[in-house]
């Protein structure tokens, strides 16, 4: 009876958000529309509404950024052509390398997002109709495959089910094939972000030299590095890519792209035009701390935070740390009784975890009410998942309890929607688990002796 009723003033709510309107905007401009609901049109609001508390922000990127990153960008308007500019962004640059785990690459900075890191990748190593092979099991994959074509490359294209990573069988069978190396590179995205599956870019390279293909290895690691194992120069990755709003846990707004020595020796004959992403351009003014155009100061001292973070707890650490979220975050859907869309243990990410919802049930009314009611972000299911699952975000800056809030709002959500779950399935499994494997504080260690 109670959630009838409370599902009944939310949910018409829940219809205006989906038109794109701000929840500030809100009272004054929806239009009610009755074949949705039979609730009365929404009244012009005397002030704009923020709810107490904080938003729970839980999608897998933009994530939530640490206060110590936003003081570090809090910064008045400086000049980059004073001389402190030089040193502090060749030390950006230098720092930049631990997410990666490489010391042998060359590091970019771009302004832009995750996309232009991928146009970055494939303009400066590869030329108009050369040959790419890349798997397609989500829609970012999807997206980077459109942009190889749109680019006048020819792409093989490995189609894998929604919720499968690369096969590395395939991935040599295809190579062994190619018996005149035809092909210039194989593209993966390591962590799809539409599915929750982490591909094994280890695997791939040991498939890549079990056929002893010359390819170059171009991968997407934009919600993987910074939070998952990455280990650009062990893996021989010759192009990695990312974001700043994903592991990094900064606003959205730079790209990183790191190139091999055989990444740089491939833009010397590579023809694809490239203008705003040249990697010459970077090459000609960075060794010296310049730019080619303005950079976002900001974001660049977010940024030093950040790796500072990452540098201080350990790589190691924050693999272990992202690990244990993911398990715990699976252990709670097992407790639902739900099942992830990832079925192969080998490929489920600790970046995100990705819910399959019971039939009948519409995945976007939980996300929906989650907002509406919990002022809990989840992501939604993307493309042909959509309305079928939805995802929690539990990459970068991210701890037990933090999580432990998406858990409960996420449980609440679904019993809203009417999911049949008992109060505290989810949650009492995950807990069961974090007390279980959770560590103390580094800093903290005397204070529980
Ligand atoms: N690749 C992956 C795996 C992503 O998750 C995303 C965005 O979510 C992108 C690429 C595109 O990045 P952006 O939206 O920053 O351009």
């Not at 923020?50 to 990127?61: A, D, I, K, Q």
Request: proline share 6%; glycine share 8%; with cysteine.
């Amino acid at each position: 009876m109670l959630r009838e009723v409370s599902q009944k003033r939310v949910l018409p709510f829940l219809g205006q958000i989906t038109r794109g309107l701000s929840a500030s905007a809100l009272p004054e401009q929806v239009q009610y529309d009755p074949q949705t609901s039979s609730a009365p049109t929404p009244q012009p609001a005397p002030f704009s509404y923020v709810p107490p508390g904080r938003n729970h922000l839980f999608v897998p990127g933009p994530v939530n950024i640490h206060e110590r990153v936003l003081r570090a960008m809090h910064v008045p308007g400086q000049n980059h052509r004073d001389p402190w500019f030089a040193q502090f962004f060749k030390d950006c640059l230098e720092d930049s390398k631990l997410m990666y785990g490489t010391k042998e690459a060359t590091p970019f900075i771009f302004s832009g997002t995750g996309t232009g890191g991928w146009e970055a990748a494939l303009c400066n190593t590869l030329s108009p109709g050369d040959k790419v092979v890349c798997f397609r099991y989500g829609l970012f994959s999807h997206l980077w495959i459109d942009m190889m074509q749109r680019l006048g490359l020819d792409v093989q294209v490995v189609d894998r089910p929604w919720g499968e990573g690369a096969n590395e069988d395939m991935l040599e069978d295809i190579l062994r094939k190619d018996t005149e190396k035809k092909i210039k590179a194989v593209a993966v995205v390591h962590n799809e972000t539409t599915t929750g599956v982490t591909s094994d870019i280890a695997g791939c390279r040991k498939a890549m030299d079990a056929a002893n293909h010359p390819a170059l290895l171009l991968v997407d690691g934009v919600s993987s590095i910074g939070a998952l194992e990455f280990r650009m120069d062990e893996w021989r990755v010759d192009v990695a890519v990312t974001g700043s709003q994903k592991a990094l846990s900064l606003p959205t707004g730079l790209a990183f792209v790191a190139a091999s020595p055989k990444a740089l020796e491939a833009m010397k004959s590579a023809k694809l035009k490239r203008v705003y992403y040249d990697f010459a351009d970077m090459l000609r003014t960075n060794p010296s701390g310049n730019v080619p155009y303005t950079p976002s100061l900001a974001m660049l001292y977010g940024m030093r935070e950040s790796i500072k973070m990452l540098r201080e707890e350990g790589m190691e650490n924050v693999f272990a740390r992202h690990h244990r979220l993911g398990e715990g975050a699976r252990r709670a859907v097992e407790g639902w009784g739900l099942k992830l869309l990832c079925k192969n243990p080998r490929w489920r990410s600790d970046s995100l975890t990705v819910v399959e919802v019971p039939e009948g049930v519409d995945s976007n009314k939980i996300v929906k009410t989650a907002y509406a009611k919990y002022d809990l972000s989840l992501g939604i299911g993307l493309a042909q998942i959509n309305g079928k699952v939805f995802r929690i975000g539990h990459l970068g800056n991210m701890n037990e309890l933090m999580l432990v809030s998406a858990l409960a709002g996420a449980e609440m959500a679904m019993i809203d929607a009417g999911v049949p779950i008992k109060p505290g399935s989810g949650v009492g499994k995950a807990i069961e688990y974090w007390h279980q494997t959770s560590s103390v504080i580094k800093t903290r260690e005397s204070l529980v002796q």
